[in-house]
C-alpha cells in the first residue's frame, strides 16, 4: 500500500539533532505535553466520577439498583465509540486547537448538569452526551501527537499522556472524597451533587486555557514562526511521517475510511489494543482486593495509591528507553504482557491476600505500560498514511479498544470473591493472546513497512 505526501516541502536541507531542532522540540513539549496531560486528567475524572457519586449517596437518592447502575456505566461507551471516528475526520480538517478545547468545555458543562439530574432516566441521557462529547479527545490526542513527534519520540509522550489517567486513579478517589464528604450539604445541596459541580468546573475551566495553549497541526498553527513551522515540517517528512498542508493533496473522507479500513495493521492494533484495555479493567478490582487485606474502606483507597504510582514510575521509565529502540515495541509490549500473564496465572491459585497485593502491583505496572507503548506503536506505523486516513486509524483503534471497557465491567462479580477465579482467568487468556498479537506485530511491520510515494 502507498501512500502520498507533499514532495515541495520534502527536507532537502534538514539536519537532525541540531540545536535549532532541540530547541523547537522543547518549545513543542511545553505547549503540548501540559495542556494534553491536564486535558485527559480532568476527562478521565469526569468519566470516572460516577462511581464514587455513587457509593456517595447518589444510588440511595435516585433509587438506583445495581442493574441499572451497569446500564449508566455501559451507555457511555455507546456514544463514545460511534462518535470517535467521525469526530477525527472532523478533526484532521479542523483546528485543535479550536476543536479540542470546545468538546471538553462542552462535555464539562454537561458534567455540572449531572449535578441536577433527578432520575435514572437524566443519568442516562447526561451519560450519553458526555461519551459523545468525550469521544473526539484521546484519537484527537493520538493524531496530535503522531503529527508533532519522530517515531523515536513518541513513546515518552505517550507514556506522560498516559500517566494522566494513572494519577486521577491514584488520587481521583481521595479528592472526590473530600468533596462528597466535606461539602455534603452546603447551600442545602448534596455532596455527590457537588462532585459533579466543582470537576465540571475544572473540566470547563482548564478548556478555556487550552484554547491559548494547545497547538494545531505543524503546517498551520499559529504558535510558532513561520522558521519554527518550517523546521517542524522537515523534520516530521524526514522520519517518513507525513504531514498535511494547505497545498497537499486532499483525499475524500470516503477514501480514508476505506484506506484505513483495508490496512491490515489498523485491525492488528486494534485486536491487541482491545486486550489491553480489556486486562486493564482489573483496576475495578483494586479497592475490594486490598479491603481483603482487612483494612478499612478508607485505608484500603490509601493502599491503591502504590499499585498506581509503580505503575507510573515503570511506564515513565519504559516510555524513555522504548524511544531508544523505537523497532522493538512490539516486543517489549508481547513481554509486559507475558508479565501480566504470569502473574494472573499465579493470582488463580495464590490465596494469600499480601501475595495478591504483590502481584497486582505487577499486573499493573505491566498493563499500563503496555497501554502507551501500544499507543505510540500504532502512531508511528501509521504515520505514513495520509493525515485523514491515519486520524481514521487510530480512532477505530481507540475507540474498538475501549469496547472492553464494557464487558470488563462484569469480570468480577462480588458473587466471584475472594478469589475472584473467572477475572483472572480472562486476564490470563487476554494477555497470552495479546503476547502473541504483538511479537506477530513486531515481525510483519518490519517485513511489510507502510511506504508512500514520492
Sequence with gaps: MTFYHNPS???????????EEKKLVRKIDSFLLPTIFFMYLFSYMDRTNIGNARI???????NLGSNQYSFILVVFFIG??????????ILSRARPSVFLPTIMFL?????IGMAWADSYEHLIA???????????????????????????????????YISAAILAGAFGGLLAGAITSGMDGALGIRGWRWLFIIEGTLTAGWSICAAFLLLDFPANTKRLTPRERELAIQRIISDSITVHSEDSPTISHFQA??????????????????VIIGAGTLSYFYPTLVKGLGYTSTTA??????????????NIVTGYFADKVPHQRGLIIGCGLIVSTICSVIFCVVYNFVGRYV??????????????????????????????ARAICLAIVNALGNLASIYGAYLYPSTDGPKYIMGFSVVSAMSAFGAVVYILLHVFVRKYPATRRV
Design 56 to 62: 456517595a449517596g447518589m444510588a440511595l437518592d435516585l
Design 257 to 274: 475510511l476505506k484506506l484505513a479500513g483495508q490496512n491490515w495493521r489498523t485491525w492488528g492494533f486494534t485486536t491487541g489494543y482491545m
Design 301 to 314: 483507597q490509601y493502599m491503591t495509591i502504590p499499585i498506581y504510582m509503580v505503575a507510573f514510575i515503570c
Design 359 to 388: 502481584l497486582l502491583v505487577f499486573m499493573a505496572a505491566s498493563i499500563w505500560t503496555c497501554n502507551a507503548l501500544s499507543l505510540s506503536y500504532a502512531s508511528s506505523t501509521f504515520g505514513a498514511m495520509p493525515n485523514e
Design 107 to 111: 462535555w464539562g458543562c454537561v458534567t
Design 80 to 89: 463514545y465509540v460511534l462518535c470517535e471516528v467521525p469526530s477525527n475526520m
Design 126 to 160: 447526561f451519560r450519553v452526551v458526555i461519551g459523545c462529547l468525550e469521544a473526539g479527545f484521546g484519537p484527537g490526542v493520538l493524531l496530535m501527537l503522531s503529527s508533532w513527534y519522530k517515531k523515536d519520540e513518541q513513546s515518552k509522550r505517550f507514556s506522560v
Design 9 to 19: 516541502i520534502f527536507p532537502a536541507d534538514y539536519v537532525p539533532g541540531s540545536d
